[in-house]
């Protein structure tokens, strides 16, 4: 197919405020809201988009994504398909702004060829099921707000209070639901805690624990040669260099598109992660449909997923993922499958004042 064109691709960027319908909590802190920046990447008449979801805790914020892709809007260049081109020119930084480019890209491939980007990659549409997360609380609060769940298979509860009661919390989930639990503590265990408190999360019949340990933690291998059940490290593996040191120290890995900069490299990351025998996790931050849509385009390649940040939204400006009994299903729409619906009033959706159009060269 001839994929020139007259003029080389022209990006417009914008920064939105996310609003959840509760607050969330996890080990790190509290939020009610979450800032993003969106990317529309234009290449003729074809509109093609992405969502930055930036990953905080390693510095990265919706205004450095933005003025990412602002600084290098000029390196795209005039083909949305040469994919390796724009990845080598891009630099090694800013990793959510780069899966934002990186899914516009996918998103104008997919209409420009009129196939939804999962097939265009070769995969099935239906992964499995998504788990709903349950914030951190105290106990009775955790299984006040679990017992309500009714549309969802599993759980996935936020942990590390470090209160010595973790254990408790899922003992009390645990009272008033029998779905499959998986615990995520966001790196606040110490090597005793998690020592202890591993065999007794085996015993409620928790199917893994994803980053006990804080992120290099050198009793991590230990920890993984003494747990009962699966480890899965989340902010231990971002790319593809990571896969392999993470064998040493998980059973499996949590890819996430910001983490690793978009769907080229979380592909390759899964694909690494089975030759090495690890099992797979595909996660999210808190986004849009337009973020959620991207990765539920590679949702099949993995054992486990966690894709609920677009449903823990007032308002999902980006609607088009299919929630149907309990799998967050891609579009079959063309490209990624999403459209704007959003309303910017009653303080849903707002979109920040700093907005960027760039026309390269």
């Keep these: 197919m001839e994929t020139t064109s007259v003029a080389p691709m022209e990006l417009s960027a914008r920064i939105v405020t996310l609003e959840l319908a509760e607050t969330f909590v996890i080990s790190r802190g509290a939020t009610e809201t979450e800032d993003v920046a969106q990317v529309e990447l234009r290449h003729g008449a074809v509109s093609g988009f992405g969502e930055a979801a930036p990953v905080d805790y390693h510095g990265e914020t919706a205004e450095s994504a933005l003025a990412y892709l602002e600084e290098h809007a000029s390196v795209l260049g005039d083909d949305p398909f040469a994919l390796d081109e724009i990845g080598a020119r891009l630099p090694p930084r800013e990793w959510a702004a780069r899966a934002a480019i990186d899914a516009a890209l996918h998103d104008l491939q997919g209409k420009l060829v009129e196939l939804p980007v999962w097939r265009l990659l070769g995969l099935r549409r239906a992964g499995p099921p998504t788990s709903w997360t349950i914030w ?3 106990p009775d609060d955790m299984a006040r707000r679990a017992a309500k769940v009714k549309d969802f298979s599993r759980l996935k509860l936020k942990l590390g209070g470090r209160d010595g009661l973790d ?13 499959p639990l998986q615990v995520d503590v966001n790196e606040y265990w110490s090597f005793d805690e998690a ?17 006990p340990l804080p992120e290099g933690d050198p009793d991590g291998p ?4 003494a747990s009962p059940i699966p480890i899965y490290v989340d902010e231990d593996c971002h790319h593809l260099g990571d896969v392999a040191r993470c064998a040493e120290r998980a059973h499996g890995i949590n890819i996430k598109l910001a983490k690793s900069g978009g769907i080229r490299e979380a592909t390759r990351m899964a694909y690494a992660a089975r030759a090495l025998g690890l099992g797979v996790m595909l996660g999210c931050m808190i986004e849009s ?8 385009q590679i949702a099949s390649l993995c054992d486990h997923v966690d894709l609920d940040g677009n449903l823990l939204l007032a308002e999902d400006p980006w609607p088009g993922v299919e929630f149907v009994e309990g799998v967050q299903l891609p579009s079959q729409e063309p490209g990624l499958g999403v459209r704007t619906g959003a309303r910017h009033r009653d303080g849903h959706v707002t979109t920040a004042s700093r907005d960027a159009h760039v026309r390269p060269g």
Excluded at 170 to 179: L, Q
Excluded at 289 to 296: D, E, K, R, T, V
Aim: charged content about 30%; overall charge neutral; proline content about 2%.
């Design 289 to 296: 449909g337009l973020g959620i849509s991207a990765a539920a």
């Design 195 to 211: 020592r202890d408190s591993l065999p007794r999360l085996a015993e409620l019949g928790v199917e893994y624990c994803e980053q």
């Design 167 to 179: 254990v408790e919390r899922v003992r009390a989930v645990r009272g008033v639901t029998e779905v």
């Design 136 to 138: 951190l609380g105290d």
């Design 222 to 225: 230990r920890l993984k040669a």
